[in-house]
C-alpha cells in the first residue's frame, strides 16, 4: 500500500493548529479508506437473526441454563433455536400489533413482577417465620374463657301440641293426653319414656329417636322447643321426668338424658389451631411491615381530601382504612 505523507498534504509540517487538524482529519480518512477496503468479517457466533434481533450463541447457553433450572428438558440445538426463533417472531408480531401498550397486558406484566418482587423479597421473611411452643402456651393463658366448655345436658321431650282456637274441653282432652304419655314415661324405667315419645310425642324430628333433641348449652336454646322447658330440664336430676308443662304451643314433657358440667379444654388439644392462629397473624403482620417500610422508602403521600370530594360522583363509598391484627 502506497504511504501517505500527511504533511504533504498541506505543505510544511502540522506545527500550526489548523495544520494539525488537517493532518488528524487526513489520516482518519485514509484509515477509514482502508477498512472498507476488504469485506466485513463475518460474526461466528451469530446463530440467528429475527429482524434486529440476533441470537448468539450465549442465547443458546442461556437458555439452556434456563430450562436446565426449571427441570424442563431439553431437545436436540437445531429444535431449540428454532423454538427460540419462533418466540422471537411472536414477540416481535404482538409488540408491531400494539399489545405491549395494550392496559390488561401491562395489567398482566405488571402483576408478574410484583410476583417476583415478592417471591424474592417478602417470601423469605414469611418463611421465616415460626410461633415458640412459649407463644402458645402464653396465649392458651391469656385467653382461657376461648377453650372453656359450658355446662351442657341432652334432653328427650314428648310434646302435645294444642291448636290455638282449641275449645276448652279439646285442651282438657289434650292434657289428659299428655298425663297419660308421663304415666307411661314413668311406668318403664328406661325405656318409658321411648315408648310415651313414639305414642304420644307431636315433635316428628324427635318421636321415632325416642325424644331425644340433643345436647343444649346452659342458657341456649334449642329452634323448636320453647325456653321455659329447657329451663325446667335444667332443673333436673338424671333419668327424671318432668311434670307436665304447659305453653302456648302445647303440652311438654321434659326428661334429662345426660348432663355434663364445665370444664376446660386441655392445652394439648388446642396446641395445634392455636399455633395455626398466631402463625397466620404473624405472616400478616410481617406482610403489613413489608408494604409500611416500601412506602417509607419509596415516599407515597395520598391526598384524602380530595378522594373524599370525588367518592359521592363516582358511586363509591368510601371504606375505613384496616386495623392490623393484633399479636
Known sequence: MKTINSSALIGKGPS???????ALWAMGMVLLVAGCGGPKKEDASVLAK???????????????????????PIPALPELLAEMVDYELLLQSARTAGLENDPEVRRTYHNLLIGAYKENELRPLLDAAVVSEAE????????????????????????????????A????????RADEARTLALADEGRGFVKAATRFSDD?????????????KQGGANSRIPHSVIEVGFGLTAEDVSGVIETKEGYYLTKLLGQEPESQVPLEQVRGSIKAQLLLEKL??????????????????????????IAASRGVAETPEPVPPAL
Open 136 to 167: 402458645v402456651a402464653a396465649w392458651y393463658d391469656a385467653n382461657p374463657e376461648r377453650y372453656r366448655t359450658e355446662e351442657r345436658a341432652r334432653f328427650g321431650v314428648i310434646f302435645v301440641a294444642v291448636d290455638p282456637h282449641a275449645s
Open 169 to 176: 274441653e279439646n285442651r282438657r282432652t289434650l292434657r289428659e
Open 16 to 22: 500550526h493548529p489548523k495544520r494539525r487538524f488537517a
Open 284 to 309: 400478616a403482620a410481617i406482610t403489613m411491615e413489608f408494604q409500611r417500610s416500601i412506602r417509607d422508602r419509596v415516599g407515597t403521600e395520598v391526598f384524602a381530601a380530595r378522594l373524599s370530594e
Open 50 to 72: 429475527v429482524g434486529d434481533r440476533e441470537f448468539r450463541i450465549a442465547d443458546l447457553d442461556a437458555e439452556i441454563a434456563r430450562r436446565t433450572a426449571a427441570r424442563r
Open 204 to 216: 316428628q324430628s324427635s318421636r321415632y329417636k325416642g325424644g331425644d333433641i340433643g345436647w343444649i
